[in-house]
């Protein structure tokens, strides 16, 4: 009697961020089913956002808070594309790269994250804006920061945002700017509402740690960049650079697709993380967006989400039951102050001290050096 042979179903992986990192390290990927496994990412090293703020401030080296997606993939099995996708055509199953090849898929799995959110400049000159995403230019840009203020007398940084990525940015960038030269100075651009959602008492630990970093706030918005001045609603000021953590909005490539998106671009998706128009794909981290409940784009969500939406595209692919993502209502946030001290935010609750940044170093490192 001829063996009936297992159909090879085609899974492909768009973007390698937590959620996709973690579907990598597991053991095995596939117990029961063939799966033909391919991951684009436009990089082949991950960074690790987390600790992006202790590698500024010189606590890491740059291998310490990277990981290589190549290796990763080649250990687990599963082919590597290097490209940035640009399109995703659901109906036809197929995502398009920047080198217009077309990959086929049965299942899609969309974790690319997001871009900078760069609508707050009123001027056209925002290419001069060093936007925080993708963490791999930003790199780049922050070492000819270094570079530059290393050969001036005095060097003026502003960072635009009001959020826990801005505050730790901020505080990094003054750390690693006065250990060149005291006559430099970090701003923190952030409008009226600064950590808008986090509790009082977090909000007021914050003020104190950048009074004591004598970081200088202006609390307004800033309207754009042009010519070396910053502008808001009331001032210009002169600034040798500008960086903006202006929170999130949907990916470039989400302008070309067919996927059902929502606010600015974002892949909308269900409690399973699944496209609400196409079933057989997946979404997940700051790419996605629930439409059943109110969830921040965050790491957290990326790397718990990620893993039920890991089991789930497993599950969809074999025909068994899927389960839903249920955040929790606190989310542990471990909000780091440049120079080896941390303030932590649970709820209600708050707590600050070195052992606070020791703590946040200790998951962070669980998180960049498990297998
Ligand atoms: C400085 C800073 C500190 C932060 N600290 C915290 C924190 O302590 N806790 C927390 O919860 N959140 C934190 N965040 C937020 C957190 O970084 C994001 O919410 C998180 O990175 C989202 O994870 P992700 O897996 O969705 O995407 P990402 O981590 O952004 O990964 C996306 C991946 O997709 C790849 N990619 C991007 N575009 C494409 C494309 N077109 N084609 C193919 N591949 C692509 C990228 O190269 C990357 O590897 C911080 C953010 C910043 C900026």
């Known amino acids: 009697m001829p063996t009936k042979k297992m159909p090879v179903k085609k899974l492909l992986l768009a973007g390698a961020g937590h959620a996709h990192i973690g579907l990598l390290r597991r053991r095995c990927i596939t117990p029961s089913i063939k799966l033909d496994i391919t991951l684009i990412s436009a990089q082949p090293q991950f960074v690790y956002s987390g600790m992006l703020p202790g590698w500024m401030a010189g606590h890491y080296t740059l291998d310490n808070i990277r990981i290589d997606i190549k290796s990763l993939c080649s250990q687990a099995g599963v082919r590597f594309i290097q490209q940035p996708i640009t399109a995703v055509d659901a109906k036809s199953q197929q995502v398009m790269t920047t080198d217009d090849r077309h990959y086929s898929y049965d299942v899609l799995s969309l974790n690319t994250g997001a871009d900078t959110d760069m609508r707050w400049s009123h001027n056209a000159e925002t290419s001069s804006v060093i936007a925080i995403r993708p963490l791999s230019e930003f790199i780049t840009h922050w070492q000819q920061i270094l570079t530059d203020a290393r050969q001036s007398k005095k060097y003026q940084l502003a960072i635009i945002g009001a959020g826990a990525a801005a505050i730790e940015l901020v505080m990094a960038a003054q750390v690693a700017l006065q250990q060149i030269n005291t006559n430099h100075q970090v701003i923190l651009v952030c409008g009226e509402h600064l950590l808008s959602g986090f509790n009082p008492r977090f909000q007021q630990r914050v003020m104190k740690q950048l009074y004591r970093h004598g970081i200088r706030m202006v609390q307004e918005r800033a309207t754009g960049y042009r010519d070396g001045q910053l502008s808001t609603a009331t001032d210009s000021l002169t600034m040798d650079a500008v960086i903006a953590a202006t929170g999130v909005m949907g990916s470039a490539w989400t302008a070309a697709t067919d996927l059902q998106t929502i606010d600015n671009g974002f892949i909308a998706v269900n409690a399973l993380q699944q496209s609400v128009s196409h079933p057989n794909v997946f979404a997940v981290g700051d790419v996605a967006t629930r439409v059943d409940e109110d969830m921040a784009h965050s790491g957290v969500h990326a790397v718990r989400g ?66």
């Not at 780091?336 to 001290?341: I, L, Q, R, T, V």
């Open 306 to 371: 990620g893993a039920i939406e890991a089991d789930n595209l497993l599950a969809y692919l074999r025909g068994e039951p899927m389960q839903n993502y249920q955040p929790k209502t606190r989310t542990l946030y471990l909000l780091s102050c440049g120079d080896k001290y941390a303030i932590g935010s649970w709820g209600k609750f708050s707590v600050q001290g070195r052992w606070v940044w020791y703590l946040k170093r200790k998951i962070d490192k669980r998180f960049i050096n498990a297998k």
